[in-house]
């Protein structure tokens, strides 16, 4: 028996975070297994909850030019896993989206390093959204991405 092993991205990118959390899933047997293409439909805007989309786009109209429809870019991939990155005033998100084909697993990571006094505080409502937002986003892109529909 293979003895389980577990890196990522995410936690190589930020080695000492305030805060991770990891989550696991069965990968659809005709879905893709390029991390990339699981991380972009992730993070489309379609799959993002409608206020969680508006928020986004408000601080987009509202913040520098550069960074506009960056938020939840794929920085990285190596091997089967690809990377999100996004940096803020108050916290840095890493967010490891990897796809293993041989044991049919799709995994997020998140690894979140917090800024500045009071900025757990801060992150607490990132923190919670992510915690309960992405399973229903990790099913919406099994759907999509296996070619289901409901």
Not at 123 to 145: K, N, T
Request: charged share 25%; with cysteine.
């Amino acid at each position: 028996m293979r003895q389980p092993a577990f890196w990522s991205l995410a936690l190589a990118d930020i080695t000492d975070p305030d805060y991770t959390h990891v989550w696991v899933d069965v990968l659809p047997a005709h879905a893709t297994a390029d991390p990339a293409a699981w991380a972009r439909n992730l993070f489309s805007s379609a799959a993002l909850p409608r206020w969680l989309a508006g928020v986004i786009a408000l601080r987009s109209l509202v913040g520098p030019r550069s960074r506009r429809c960056e938020a939840f870019a794929v920085r990285r991939v190596e091997g089967e896993e690809a990377l999100v990155t996004v940096d803020a005033r108050t916290v840095d998100l890493r967010v490891g989206v990897g796809v293993d084909e041989e044991r049919a697993l799709v995994r997020v990571v998140t690894a979140m390093r917090v800024k500045g006094r009071g900025g757990r505080l801060r992150s607490l409502p990132v923190r919670i959204s992510l915690v309960l937002l992405m399973r229903g986003m990790i099913a919406r892109a099994r759907r999509e991405l296996s070619g289901v529909t409901r």
